[in-house]
């Protein structure tokens, strides 16, 4: 790979550490949150789900124009407007001023996935587009591995308003580097027709059964994932029994697995087949979900171990999806889609959270009830999903 390619990564990976971390920290931030400011766990959900549904909405709306201009130009202003939000979350006083804010910070961040995933599909063939797709998606564990666990100590050391701030300072750093090193990205401007109308991009989505299958699939993903996410801190916590010391230590075992497994997996996948090594994270991972939701009383290291399998299995299971969606589609139609795609994760991210909060309830003694119930919805639709990527890219596997 040249060095220029290695540099844009580098970058791109360390824009969605920060981008993951803001909305990662937002889900174990429950057990502090929720006495912070006398709310029940339906209410944290809303925090959750304002980011989620306020970026797929911006998320949709910019898919009708997103490729009307240069991808370079769109990423720097999505960052610099979600740095924004996340800072206003850092100071937010009270639960509404955080929830708009929560809302602020998603109308932005709702458009910085999609560009990310564009920039890399253009710059980088399918068959090499699983390692790009591996390291830059490998943000995820480094914000797991260090981000998490650092923010969660500074939420003890100091307060939970410290690990937003952390990510607007993170971020400023940041943003004269992607300004400077991204390339201008504008070649799919010049490859499209003229004449075309903006409401082409949900046209051309519409008279496509396998872009729509794909978005659907995309959503199914994201529900499956985080239908039990956002009380996984709770639960350790309130019904494992497990200190607020401990259970920083679940995203650093997990994360150390995820980087590793989002660089190996990327490659595995580029040889052997993304659909294969998808449908293996898939199956394994159903066995994991069903235990990590049903925990009897057991050592925390073999709850860790657990963690870190799974934090595999669901890693390989995104690198791989995401490269597969990112090929139904021509390059100059790619942003519009992405964003598309893009917005139908954070529908899918909101549905389960909310979803989430609507199912589970506390005890008398603040532990998490009917937790074991959201496993069983995630098995059912990561089975869903699987059963809709082999219908679905089946064939385009096989032509590769």
């Known amino acids: 790979m040249r060095s220029d390619k290695k540099i844009i990564l580098f970058l791109l990976a360390a824009l969605n550490f920060t981008h993951i971390l803001d909305f990662m920290i937002m889900m174990p931030l429950g057990n502090y949150l929720m006495p912070y400011f006398s709310i029940n766990p339906r209410e944290f959900t809303y925090l959750v789900g304002a980011y989620t549904i306020s970026a797929a909405i911006s998320g949709f709306g910019a898919a009708f124009f997103v490729d009307r201009f240069d991808r370079k130009k769109l990423l720097i202003i999505a960052y610099a407007g979600f740095l924004l939000g996340t800072l206003a979350c850092g100071l937010a006083p009270s639960y509404i001023l955080l929830l708009a804010a929560r809302l602020l910070a998603g109308l932005f961040g709702g458009l910085i996935a999609a560009q990310v995933l564009s920039i890399i599909s253009d710059l980088f063939v399918y068959e090499e587009r699983g390692k790009a797709m591996g390291a830059v998606m490998s943000a995820f564990a480094v914000a797991s591995t260090l981000g998490v666990p650092f923010a969660l100590y500074l939420s003890n050391l100091i307060s ?169 589609v021509k390059p100059e139609q790619r942003g519009s889609f992405m964003s598309f795609n893009s917005s139908l994760q954070q529908v899918g991210t909101t549905i389960a959270s909310i979803a989430a909060g609507q199912i589970v309830i506390q005890g008398k003694e603040g532990q998490i009830l009917r937790y074991g119930w959201l496993g069983y919805g995630s098995i059912i639709i990561l089975l869903i999903a699987l059963g809709l990527a082999r219908y679905l890219f089946g064939n385009m596997e096989r032509k590769q």
């Open 160 to 328: 939970w308003h410290a690990p937003f701030i952390l990510v607007a300072v993170l971020g400023l750093i940041l943003l004269p580097l992607l300004m400077r090193y991204i390339p201008v990205m504008d070649a799919h401007v010049r490859d499209r027709e003229e004449g075309t109308k903006a409401w082409e991009a949900l046209s051309q989505v519409l008279r496509s059964r396998q872009q729509m299958l794909a978005l659907l699939f995309s959503a199914l993903i994201m529900m499956g994932h985080f239908l039990i996410i956002p009380f996984i801190n709770p639960f350790m916590e309130y019904n494992m029994g497990f200190s607020r010391s401990q259970t920083p230590m679940i995203y650093l075992v997990g994360g150390i697995a995820s980087f590793f497994a989002a660089n190996i997996l990327g490659r595995v996948a580029d040889r052997f087949g993304k659909l294969p090594v998808f449908t293996i994270c898939v199956l394994l991972s159903l066995f994991f979900v069903f235990s990590l939701t049903h925990l009897s009383p057991i050592p925390f290291v073999f709850v860790l171990l657990m963690f870190a399998v799974w934090f595999i299995l669901s890693t390989g299971r995104g690198v791989t999806a995401q490269a597969m969606i990112s090929n139904v």
